[in-house]
């Protein structure tokens, strides 16, 4: 149980472009997801909190306008990456809070691999 | 902020034992352990709520001495899978973000 699926898993595009990367928990609600991007060998930073029927928290330094966060529905919240430059080639992963009747904790989708040329 | 943990990287031989340490200069409510290897998702290991709780898995046992706002992770008798990036995480904010901690590169020779 508390499955992530996160689509696509690697995607190249062309500066100036617009990606959109997709988290859906499949057999559980999230009302918060949550982002992340990870630059090479580096730890997985947050960049924002996705809130259900409800505006983003970004976190400091992450600019919303150009990473434009959708939560519509309790399965499914987009990251739209705007105008991407090739400094917004990482690695982006979401992340779900779950809980079950003895514990909790996070789901983790497969991640993106974002290469922008 | 982003808890430090040590040391940065690690190598070892197949059957040797390692400590990753996890420290936070803030209070500590939880700690979740993680290792992810290169290009995917990280995978959950453990997760410790109360200071002084110690849990096992396997091979790899943590600590969380809340007092001293840290934590450890034991990886006894190490195999080649053990291989990866390791990661503590803590849990904070209404939304309860989980923050992940600079990591640990784990490398398992033969």
């Known amino acids: 149980g508390a499955v992530v699926s996160q689509h696509p898993s690697r995607v190249i595009c062309k500066s100036g472009t617009s990606v959109k990367i997709e988290c859906r928990s499949l057999?559980?609600?999230?009302?918060?997801m949550f982002w992340y991007r990870q630059f090479p060998k580096q730890s997985l930073m947050l960049m924002a909190t996705s809130n259900e029927g409800s505006k983003a928290t970004y976190e400091q330094g992450v600019e919303k306008d150009k990473f434009l966060i959708n939560h519509a529905s309790l399965t499914l919240s987009t990251l739209t990456v705007t105008s991407a430059h090739p400094e917004d080639s990482s690695f982006y992963i979401c992340?779900?809070?779950?809980?079950?009747?003895?514990?909790?904790?996070?789901?983790f989708g497969s991640g993106t691999r974002l290469t922008v040329v | 902020q982003q808890p430090v943990q040590s040391p940065q990287a690690v190598i070892l031989r197949e059957g040797e034992d390692a400590v990753i340490n996890c420290s936070s200069s803030?209070?500590?409510?939880?700690v979740h352990w993680y290792r992810q290897k290169h290009g995917e998702a990280p995978i959950f290991l453990m997760i410790l709520l109360k200071g002084g709780e110690q849990k096992g898995h396997d091979k790899i046992s943590a600590s969380f001495n809340e007092k001293k706002q840290q934590s450890s992770l034991y990886l006894t008798a190490s195999q080649l899978s053990y291989s990866g990036t390791y990661f503590c995480g803590t849990v904070s904010g209404s939304a309860r973000q989980l923050t992940f901690g600079s990591g640990t590169q784990l490398t398992v020779l033969p």
């Open positions: 992340s779900a809070r779950f809980q079950g009747s003895l514990n909790y904790g996070y789901t």
């Open positions: 057999d559980f609600q999230a009302t918060t």
């Open positions: 803030k209070a500590l409510y939880s």
